[in-house]
């Protein structure tokens, strides 16, 4: 199947672990995302990245540190879990970012990573 | 700052009605906007796709529009199914390459 997959599918932690969650896609994108899912459904962006170059870094706490072996691959580190960490967490991922084409824009979505910080 | 409104918050319809869901947006540089549905404890799945030069897309019964002028786009599903059931999300995506998301409408279709 082509898709974009994320590992692990739940995660639950204490408070001051450090944790990574997956992402793997196999869909031939340049362009891979974190994005944030909050309690109240907000979602909202926190890195990118294009070919293994970070183009995008929102306001996001430096506990967090994305790492991109390849680019079909972008996983999600995070130190010193706190609290407010807790969320669901969506990877994503699209053709590079300007290139024509009315489909090549179109990000595709992981089924996400419930993180719980206890 | 890109802002992303989606009124309403929730909708109810009856088994066969027509469904409008409304997304407004205030960058005027919008590169193109994107509606996703989400269930509950998925992921997005994404719909349609509208270009910053296009004025729609269909795709079976859904139907979304783009009026760049007044920072609107309306995603019309005709006939709804209890299986519509879902959240809907609009995203848009400006020149800074990042999705700026609203917070969804949740539709419900009674059978």
Avoid at chain 1, 23 to 42: A, I, R, V
Avoid at chain 1, 97 to 109: I, M
Avoid at chain 2, 21 to 41: M, V
Wanted: aromatic share 10%; with cysteine.
């Amino acid at each position: 199947d082509t898709a974009v997959s994320q590992t692990p599918k739940y995660l639950v932690t204490q408070m001051g672990n450090d944790k990574s969650i997956k992402c793997e896609q196999n869909l031939g994108h340049d362009t891979m995302y974190w994005y944030k899912q909050d309690s109240k459904k907000f979602l909202k962006i926190m890195f990118s990245y294009n070919n293994k170059e970070l183009i995008i870094n929102e306001t996001v706490p430096n506990r967090f540190s994305p790492k991109s072996p390849d680019k079909a691959h972008l996983n999600l580190h995070i130190n010193s879990l706190e609290l407010g960490d807790s969320a669901v967490y969506f990877c994503a991922s699209s053709q590079r970012p300007g290139t024509s084409g009315s489909s090549y824009n179109e990000q595709f979505f992981g089924p996400g990573t419930r993180l719980t910080v206890l | 700052k890109q802002e992303v409104t989606q009124i309403p918050a929730a909708l109810s319809v009856p088994e066969g009605e027509n469904l409008v869901l409304n997304c407004s947006f205030t960058d005027s540089a919008i590169y193109n906007l994107q509606w996703f549905r989400q269930d509950p404890g998925k992921g997005l799945t994404s719909l349609l796709l509208i270009q910053s030069s296009q004025r729609e897309q269909t795709s079976g019964r859904l139907n979304a529009s783009l009026d760049k002028s007044s920072g609107r786009s309306t995603l019309y599903i005709a006939a709804s199914q209890p299986g519509d059931s879902a959240t809907y999300l609009c995203a848009q995506r400006s020149n800074d390459y990042k999705l700026s998301f609203g917070a969804g409408t949740t539709v419900t279709v009674r059978a």
